[in-house]
């Protein structure tokens, strides 16, 4: 069985998919896989090999020119199309690929018309992003147990002087809404360096808004900070997540890079609910104000408002309080028998 999956972006997206993908490889041995992949996100996972699992790793398609080279490379025909993303960028690849079943997303799911390419859907569940992925293997007739979400380095943290104990704060998320404002984080890093003898290592990519939050928590600070906001690799950010003790973040890539590495992951959500998008591994260490927010903010029943909602306001975040981050550091080390 010749299996396409295609899942772009985003990067903490594609390690939710990760697992999955080795679960049907794992238990399907007569299965070949190609993943199309965001060029970002394979930076990180290209070394999550398997011999029966080929990457075609590509740019974010822009032009037609862009769809032809895409199209050159899905020539052959396959029996199974994953349609994992429904975006207008990749939806508009599905008619290129000859495959007998076209899996998409359901209805309620299915963005920008991906619904017109696909033949087949997943049910619709208030579910968490990975098992909404999950549920495509199990139409394969594939278990979502006890999955391997274990991502494989090259590249290593060593490249960077660390020391043996510190926690990782990636303080921005992909918009400035998600982001936690630089004086909490400022308090918080001063709790954790006087109080528990940690070191902080701050990290997250090269966008200027996040070199620049990252900037100003080190100027709140009157204790040291360790800045690589903006100075690893992909794969090198993994093995700095990997080796800290904790990590903190709001709703962004690497609290599920963290979450995939093992490492104890405190989210901090305010503008989507975490039950759809949080660290899947640290459910019970997310702190959760999105309904608060909901109604605070909103003036809106958040039992009643639709699936997609999101809060669009900067105080989202600031309704998540020092002292409930701090409560949620002391129930990690609480289970870290060797802190």
Known sequence: MNILVVRLSAIGDCTLVLPVIRAILEQKPEVTLTWLIGNDA???LKDSTHPRLRFIAVDKPKSIKDYRAIKSKLSETFDVLLAMQASTRANLIYPMVKARRKIGFDNT???????????????????????????????????????DWSIVLSESHQAFKLPQRYIAINPAASKLE???????YAELIEYSVKQLNLSI???GGPANFEQ????????????????????????????????????????TGPAHIANAMGTPVIGL?????????????????????????????MKKDPKQVPWRTRVHDRRAMELITVSEVIAKIKQVFANLQSF
């Open 42 to 44: 394979y930076q990180l």
């Open 201 to 203: 290592v701050l990290t």
């Open 212 to 251: 620049e939050l990252a900037r100003e928590i080190a100027r709140r600070c009157s204790t040291e900070v360790i800045n690589l906001v903006g100075k690893t690799s992909l794969q090198q950010l993994a093995a700095i997540l990997g080796n800290a003790l904790l990590c903190i973040a709001p709703d």
């Open 269 to 297: 959500y305010a503008v989507a609910p975490s039950r759809l998008s949080g660290p899947y591994l640290s459910r019970e260490l997310t702190i959760d104000k999105f309904e608060f927010a909901v109604q605070a903010l």
């Open 178 to 184: 998600r982001s936690w404002p630089a004086q909490r």
């Open 109 to 147: 799911r299915a963005r920008e018309l991906h619904w017109l390419f696909t033949n087949e859907t997943i049910d619709f569940k208030n579910e968490h992003l990975h098992d909404s992925f999950c549920q495509f293997a199990q139409k394969l007739g594939v278990k979502t147990t006890d999955l």
